[in-house]
């Protein structure tokens, strides 16, 4: 038994040590920390007309502290139907700042596999937090809200407004009982 127990001890060292490796490991490889994003269902385009996002940072502004210049900054990606990203932008929304993303344009109409054009093109906003200031007492995105707008590009009249959802967020839970 007196030459089992320094044996017992080297085994249990020996699989902290290992344990501990891989666990510094799986950190360093893991992301440093997960972003909120708001998705959107696909928004269907025909010619003549575009879509944007319209974005605010419902945070009061502080009268006191003045607002850090990057408090909440925004990546607004588009990606079209085969999931591609066609364009991207950042924004800036300090509290109480509201912002508008325009989506790209192709200038040519999707086409189907024998290069036909195509009546109708998909396109699907998704908006990520890529930055809350690190001097903010808060976290100044976490009342964000986002919309995607269908619009007439002659006349720049809205003519479909779909508000976005937060991941994770249910807005009709089950009643209880």
Do not use: W
């Not at 502004?61 to 950042?90: E, H, K, N």
């Amino acid at each position: 038994m007196k030459h089992g127990l320094p044996l017992l001890a080297a085994c249990v060292a020996s699989a902290l040590i290992s344990t501990s490796a891989h666990a510094a490991a799986l950190a360093a490889a893991a992301p440093a920390a997960r972003t909120r994003s708001i998705g959107f269902a696909p928004s269907s385009l025909i010619e003549g007309q575009g879509a944007r996002v319209t974005l605010v940072n419902l945070i009061p502004p502080d009268p006191v502290i003045p607002p850090d210049p990057v408090d909440c900054r925004l990546l607004v990606t588009f990606y079209d139907a085969s999931g591609l990203a066609v364009g991207s932008q950042s924004v800036d929304l300090a509290p109480g700042q509201s912002g508008i993303v325009v989506a790209p344009t192709t200038g040519s109409p999707p086409t189907d596999a024998n290069g036909n054009p195509l009546p109708v093109s998909l396109l699907r906003p998704v908006v990520q937090e890529i930055k809350a200031s690190k001097q903010s007492p808060t976290d100044s995105c976490r009342a964000l809200q986002a919309g995607v707008e269908v619009f007439d590009t002659r006349t720049q009249q809205t003519l479909l407004m779909n508000p976005g959802a937060i991941h994770g967020f249910n807005p009709q839970p089950d009643p209880p009982g």
